[in-house]
């Protein structure tokens, strides 16, 4: 067997994600999810270090790509609206991965231990998107603020659009749930 | 000895937020926590389940307290202001406990795994106050934005009072960054 598989690490997500949906995420081992995918366990191992990284791997490259968004906006550019662009932008990236994206998402419902790890990676986003928008001048407590009420506005969304029976892009769900957070946010004073 | 401890709670909270902050949260122990709080670990049990939850027994009481406001308010507070009115109404509790509260903070602060568990805790009040909203007849999206919105906007604001050198009350400085939101999210759209 050659060592150069095409596309390994794509079909050990997918034989993954396959195989925690019909079994649970506890009960599959890295084996099954090797023999699934025509390959080795010595292969995975390449490309993962846990089954439970499968989930996880997109995390870094998601809060690269979003910092850089926030570094690379316009200086002109409001903070919330910065951080709107950013969000949106990275909409193509889920929407091309749908399916495997909802797939995802089924798994991490079924297991309390997951949805931690989710709330950790949003959370650290958040903590990120704050500090790209200090390294913009934008000063605290309007970073946070917009950092962390981005990733909530950026929470419901994602939801919107995995329950949407549509093809609705990711992009349009986000802007219309910036765009509601500003009208809700702007009633009266307490 | 008696049965009957006065404020064996408070005493036993008191006792555990010394030694977690003194020692590290993982290396105290029930019969630690008993002992310096003069009382007995039977009596430790009679209050907590273990010593993980003298950090969070609080967390459903709060829940509790969050909802029946926004159960309570106006028939025509808007969605936001409901929410704002209700956090604000919470800072009172946290005043009075400001040395408690800022011992506990710390030492969730220097353990990832306490950490999670008060993760978990936001997000389940951000998911309550929504329900809560729902109940009112505030339809979806608009409930869910305003709940994690609304608790996105509460954590900053509790990072704020818990680092203010000063004496300002929490509710004020909730109320501040609701206004901040409004001005954040009033820029144009993307």
Do not use: C
Not at 120 to 142: F, N, Q, S
Not at 172 to 183: A, G, K, M, Q
């Amino acid at each position: 067997m050659s060592r150069w598989e095409p596309n390994a690490r794509g079909r050990l997500e997918q034989a993954a994600l396959a195989l925690y949906g019909e079994r649970g995420f506890e009960q599959v081992t890295v084996a099954e999810i090797a023999g699934r995918a025509g390959l080795t366990e010595r292969t995975f191992f390449r490309h993962y270090a846990d089954k439970r990284e499968v989930l996880f791997a997109g995390a870094s490259a998601l809060q690269e790509i979003l910092v850089g968004a926030v570094e690379e906006a316009p200086d002109a550019a409001a903070p919330m609206e910065v951080v709107a662009a950013a969000l949106a932008a990275v909409g193509a990236m889920f929407d091309e991965r749908r399916d495997l994206v909802r797939q995802r998402q089924a798994v991490i419902a079924a297991n309390p231990e997951l949805q931690e790890r989710e709330l950790i990676k949003l959370a650290a986003l958040a903590t990120a998107l704050a500090g790209a928008l200090r390294d913009r001048g934008v000063p605290e407590p309007a970073a946070s603020l917009t950092g962390q009420t981005g990733i909530a506005v950026f929470r419901v969304a994602f939801e919107r659009w995995i329950d949407d029976p549509g093809r609705r892009g990711l992009a349009e769900v986000v802007r219309e749930s910036f765009d509601e957070l500003r009208t809700l946010a702007a009633g009266p004073s307490v």
